[in-house]
């Protein structure tokens, strides 16, 4: 077979497969490139020798059996046996659903995972949310430290375990999001810059040095990640990716790398016959990240939403430091502003950036291209517990978080365990074998806490065991209540939000925010209303006629004459209007 690899630096490049050594020759067409034939088979171990160096892994690697650090496996995805046709599942008219391989069951593997999937089809989820599957030292971690872009984390299941879940997904008619990232690899395990320039002092991230996007051979490091995107929705018949904060992706090529993948993604989206989106993480607020690349933008599918997270967030608990600052000022504004705008920051003063940020939303943006969402990894696993917010919420103020995520405008993502309001933590962990990086995360952790005023022995051990096992859902919760009726109220929600058309474009959700946070929001035929103070609330519904409740928290009547809805405190409904 032939085996390949880019290696501009290099003097000789030798490859070892199957226990021998093979000279390599530079590829005449390819400048950099170096090549040779030699024999090898599905689970052939082999790696690269630069200059008498010693052997590495494939930058290209599709498995690697024994870790980062190890040979790679010659393997091919595309050989799986599908048992699932599939056609695809478009973004519009989505409801995701963010889970973590390691942590969505006690066994932290793809079989474990799939074994769960009817719980998601029941749920009403149109696709689940993997975090990223790149191996990474260890057996357990977020994944964010991956290496191997093109490989698959062998402790989860490696590459088959990937498909069977895949087609497990499809077989209950689930689409598959993978999270990826582009910005920053390793650092354990990265032997990405002994082959080439893959990285660049150029640029600096708050992860080092950055991917080389715009410097000398850029070309090559550009077409190694977009190869990498495409081979995950291709060989993987995954249905979208999501883009690791793609702020800090430096690049100031005339043609910006995003707007590069995204040309990549729909010419195999149309060549393939089915629907892929790409789903980007940024901070920069900006509209071009998904103004389409026809008119002068990214043209990424969409984009997570902090800014509808932050304001929810601090109406819900009154939490104002960092961050939250700004949205804590006025929260109850702070939310009617990002449901009807999108962004809050569009242009305002930041005070936790200490500058302006953000640039408004055109009223005409589709609503779907802005996730929101109440919890993610994020927002729960760098909290210095990693506390959900049914640790401190009651059970209906959960219920009002569900119905403006729901009820919204935008396009819907849950995180694990959301659904039934699960107790258990989602902490921050990790499995490092390099004892002097292991030890720099524990202490860096402990001391970006310790400026918060926490003690140092709070704060969750990421290396030790028990950490990962607290993290882990406990799946006898949701036949418990208040578990079980939080659960029927997410799947009712979520039936009524797929039973409506798109939502259309920000400016064609009607919102109505009151004191406390009260808010009344139209979409198309469905009035969602919610009251999460402690108090009853009179709600103006309009002057559209209320023809049933549909759902609600906590019983309630038709408004009257006077067209007020009377909610109890804690509690929404969710009314057919008109």
Request: hydrophobic share 40%; proline share 10%; with cysteine.
């Amino acid at each position: 077979m032939l085996f390949e690899v880019w290696a501009p630096r290099a003097g000789r490049v030798q490859l070892h497969a199957g226990g021998r050594a093979h000279a390599m020759e530079r590829d005449p067409a390819r400048d950099g490139w170096w090549r040779c034939e030699a024999p090898g088979e599905e689970g052939t171990r082999y790696g690269f020798a630069l200059d008498g160096g010693p052997m590495r892994p494939d930058p290209r690697s599709r498995r690697q059996p024994d870790g980062p650090d190890g040979p790679s496996a010659v393997t091919d995805p595309g050989r799986f046996p599908w048992r699932q046709e599939w056609a695809g599942r478009p973004l519009p008219g989505a409801v995701l659903y963010e889970l973590h391989v390691g942590t969505f069951t006690r066994e932290g593997t793809f079989d474990a995972a799939a074994a769960r999937l009817p719980h998601l089809a029941a749920l009403g989820v149109t696709h689940v949310e993997l975090m990223p599957v790149c191996p990474f030292p260890g057996t357990h971690g977020w994944g964010y430290e991956g290496v191997s872009p093109w490989a698959v984390h062998e402790p989860y299941g490696g590459p088959g375990g990937l498909c069977r879940f895949v087609d497990a997904a499809h077989a209950l008619g689930l689409g598959v999001v993978l999270d990826v990232v582009h910005n920053h690899l390793g650092p354990s395990g990265n032997h990405l810059p002994a082959f080439g320039p893959y990285f660049t002092d150029t640029h600096h991230t708050p992860w080092g040095a950055a991917v080389n996007l715009d410097a000398p051979g850029s070309d090559e490091v550009r077409a190694y990640l977009t190869g990498s995107a495409l081979a995950w929705l291709r060989d993987y018949r995954l249905d979208g990716l999501r883009l690791d904060a793609v702020h800090a992706l430096a690049d100031t090529r005339p043609k910006h790398f995003l707007a590069e993948l995204s040309g990549a993604v729909d010419a195999l989206a149309a060549r393939l016959g089915r629907p892929l989106f790409l789903v980007a993480e940024s901070d920069l607020n900006d509209p071009a990240t998904t103004t389409p690349r026809g008119t002068g933008g990214l043209g990424l599918h969409a984009q997570w939403n902090d800014d509808f997270h932050h304001a929810l967030h601090t109406v819900l608990t009154g939490e104002s430091q960092g961050y939250y600052a700004d949205f804590a000022a006025d929260p109850a504004g702070a939310l009617g502003k990002t449901l009807r705008g999108g962004f809050f920051h569009d242009g305002t003063r930041s005070s936790f950036r200490g500058r302006p940020h953000g640039r408004p939303l055109d009223p005409g943006t589709p609503a779907r291209r802005l996730l929101g969402y109440a919890q993610n990894h994020d927002q729960i696993g760098n909290r210095a517990l990693g506390d959900r917010l049914s640790a401190r919420l009651s059970p209906g103020l959960l219920a009002c978080a569900a119905a403006l995520v729901l009820g919204g405008p935008f396009t819907p993502m849950l995180f694990m365990g959301e659904e039934w309001g699960a107790r258990t933590p989602w902490q921050f962990f990790t499995d490092h074998t390099d004892p002097q990086l292991a030890e720099a995360v524990r202490t860096g952790r402990r001391r970006e806490f310790a400026a918060h005023g926490w003690a140092a022995e709070e704060i969750p051990d990421p290396q030790d065991p028990a950490t990962r096992a607290r993290s882990c859902l406990d799946w006898d919760e949701p036949e418990r209540e208040p578990h079980r009726a939080l659960l029927e109220w997410h799947r009712r929600l979520i039936a009524l939000r797929r039973a409506e058309p798109d939502p259309g474009p920000l400016s064609a959700t009607a919102v109505t925010v009151g004191p406390g946070g009260t808010a009344v929001l139209r979409r198309g035929g469905l009035c969602t209303a919610v009251n999460p103070t402690d108090g009853p609330a009179a709600l103006p519904l309009g002057d559209a006629p209320v023809r049933e409740v549909l759902a609600a928290w906590q019983p309630v009547d038709l408004p009257g004459p006077d067209g007020l809805l009377h909610l109890p405190p804690a509690s929404a409904a969710v009314l057919r209007c008109g």
